[in-house]
């Protein structure tokens, strides 16, 4: 153990694209995904402690168990667990993405735990042991643990890293209406109905012949999603707009951050209750 106070970011997760392929024996579904990540998202940091203890703050955190079933508190006790690690960490989560949003903020938040405690305990253990860990806390864990474009098949824990010259630095936009929505409602929802593979080939051109197969279940039990695809798609310079994940947030890509950003301030004016964020890929 260090002792030496650190911090890691919890990436927010975009879907470029999402295929539903079937409902599967154990109730969970088949997916294919194209897993990005923004550079922006919450902030763990950790210091010194006797025991494992965590402490929310920030935009998003009223209300967010810091008990064990939160799943930092949870990636903290497997990791320890995996290695034998007796030793305490005082976390402190600034929870800055919104929460039950297609993003994967709580996933993000517990492979930040995993790394950041991989390296605060001593520990130094490679990625594929930490995704080994990771993919017991859910199934968008893995992904985030490594933070780059992938693609996900399985429940998305199958992961293969893509080539990202064409994703990597693109402008990115992230618009949440304040509205959760729970990714099991979302797939209830789903009809069932599968609309073929996912495109092998270039990250972002797979991405614009895909789709999010989740997007309509979402709107129909969040109609506001729809306002906010199309408040995207219409800003100049977008080049894709879409749902993330199982929703409510949308993304879309420009060209430039100036018009990722022009459009940032737009649908915020518009629609002031909305969260928007601008960056960039990674």
């Not at 800003?235 to 879409?242: D, E, S």
């Not at 993330?244 to 990722?260: R, W």
């Amino acid at each position: 153990m260090t002792g030496e106070a650190a911090a890691e970011t919890g990436w927010a997760k975009i879907n470029l694209a999402l295929h539903v392929r079937r409902r599967r024996a154990d109730g969970y579904h088949d997916i294919e995904t194209i897993f990005a990540f923004a550079d922006f998202g919450d902030r763990l940091s950790v210091r010194a402690a006797d025991d494992v203890t965590l402490t929310i703050r920030g935009p998003f955190g009223d209300g967010l168990p810091a008990d064990e079933s939160n799943l930092v508190m949870r990636a903290a006790r497997a990791l320890a667990g995996a290695h034998g690690v007796r030793a305490g960490a005082a976390l402190t989560l600034d929870k800055r993405l919104p929460v039950a949003s297609g993003i994967g903020g709580g996933s993000a938040d517990a492979a930040a735990a995993l790394r950041l405690l991989n390296c605060f305990w001593g520990i130094d253990t490679d990625e594929a042991a930490l995704c080994g860990i990771a993919a017991s806390l859910g199934a968008d864990v893995p992904a985030c643990v490594g933070s780059r474009t992938q693609r996900g098949d399985g429940v998305g824990e199958q992961l293969r890293t893509l080539a990202d010259d064409d994703v990597r630095d693109k402008a990115v936009l992230l618009v949440n209406p304040g509205v959760p929505l729970a990714t099991g409602r979302v797939f209830a929802a789903w009809d069932g109905i599968d609309r073929g593979a996912l495109a092998s080939g270039p990250s972002l051109a797979a991405a614009h012949e895909g789709r999010n197969d989740l997007e309509a279940p979402a709107i129909s039990l969040c109609p506001v999603i729809g306002t906010v695809i199309a408040a995207l798609a219409a800003r100049p310079g977008a080049t894709l707009a879409r749902m993330s994940g199982s929703g409510a947030t949308c993304f879309a890509l420009f060209d430039t951050d100036t018009d990722a950003e022009a459009a940032r301030a737009a649908i915020a004016a518009a629609y002031p209750d909305w969260w928007t964020a601008a960056g960039r890929l990674r």
